[in-house]
Every structure is written in C-alpha cells, then in structure tokens.
C-alpha cells in the first residue's frame, strides 16, 4: 500500500517535470514576443506578405519583385479617408525626412484597397501631396484582394445613411518588409515619425544595409 502510494507520487512527480519542460518548450522567453524597440511590434514569425501584381501610380506595371533589394513601407488605404490615412501618410512621409540618406533604401507604397475610385491619375495627385518618393499602389479589385490578403489586411465599403458616397473600412497597420520580402516590423495607426525613422534605421543597420 505504501509502495504503491510512493509510486504514484513518482509517477505524479514525474509527469508534472516532463509537463513543465513542454511548457518552457513552448513558451521560451523570447521566442513569442514582440520586440517592443520604439512602440513597434517586430513578428518575423508572422506569415504577412507575398506576392502581389499591381499597377503604380505613373501607369507601370509592378509586382513584389519590383521592390526587392528594398526596404518596403507598405500602407493599405484610400484616398477618399477622412483621418486614418491621411495622417499615416504624413507620418510616413516625416519618417522618410527623418531617415536621411537611409531614406533611398526605402520603397516607401501606399496601396489602395478602394480601385474602384483609386485610378493611378487619382493615386499620382493624392500620394505626390505628402511626399515625392510615395508610390500609389492600385489595380483590379481582384489583384487588390490578393494584395490586401497576403497582408492580412481587412477592408470593406461602408455607405453612410443619406451619403450618395461611399467610405472604406480598413485595417491600418503599416508593415516594414526587408529587402527579401520578408517581414520586418509592424506599426501601429499612432506611431510617430520619429520612432517609425528609428526602427526602420535600427533594421537597416542590423542587417548591414
Ligand atoms: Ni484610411
């Protein structure tokens, strides 16, 4: 009875360790979290990003590709947003100010998730108000579907009662992909130029260029 008892225990004891182990397995510190350098969520786990065909804003035809050897800043929005957008926009621009001569590594695309409205005329007069080395990004809506997925990113159309117009809804996280394509850091609608600039230098000089 008592040898059985103590059995039990070593039995018990035993697989609450192996229970433990798994659990330090799984949830190694540092293997799940983010790196919160700057107010960014850094996620090169995450599956975002892939390959995507789209038109830019001068008419040319472009895919991921175009931009390898680049650090992209990619944007999804509209240019009919009353406030997100806009002000992303701004931030992004700022950021691009703020990195110098850093600034000609980055692709710096804002793509449209409204191409029924999003024309690449449209695109050119809106993306050259904030900044010079923005590219518009816009396509069929299907090539925009594909764009907007591999991103993970959510839109929808919203018509206001009364409205004759239509607005988007959207997700509007900015993502940094490295020059191979692949994920690097996501920001926050709120983020700053000034912490935005400082993460995509942090990276660019980990990486060595
Ligand atoms: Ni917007």
Do not use: N
């Amino acid at each position: 009875m008592v040898l059985r008892l103590i059995r039990f225990t070593a039995i018990g004891l035993i697989l609450m360790l192996l229970g433990a182990l798994g659990y330090m397995q799984w949830f190694r510190p540092g293997s799940l979290s983010p790196d919160r350098a700057g107010g960014l969520v850094t996620a090169a786990e995450m599956q975002i990003g892939g390959p995507f065909a789209l038109t830019d804003h001068t008419g040319r035809a472009v895919t991921d590709q175009t931009y390898r050897g680049r650090w992209m800043v990619l944007f999804f929005g509209f240019t009919h947003c009353p406030d997100v957008c806009p002000t992303e926009l701004a931030t992004v621009a700022e950021a691009l100010g703020a990195l110098g001569p850093d600034a000609g590594r980055v692709a710096p695309l804002f793509v449209s998730i409204d191409p029924e409205r999003d024309t690449p005329a449209a695109l050119a007069q809106y993306v050259t108000l904030y900044d010079p080395r923005l590219t518009g990004l816009t396509g069929t809506a299907e090539q925009v579907s594909v764009a907007a997925r591999a991103y993970r990113v959510f839109y929808r159309k919203v018509e206001p009662p009364g409205s004759s117009t239509y607005l988007m809804d959207h997700s509007a996280l900015t993502y940094l992909m490295d020059p191979d394509g692949r994920l690097a850091a996501i920001f926050r609608p709120g983020t700053t130029a000034t912490d935005m600039a400082a993460a995509i230098k942090a990276h660019i000089a980990r990486r060595g260029g």
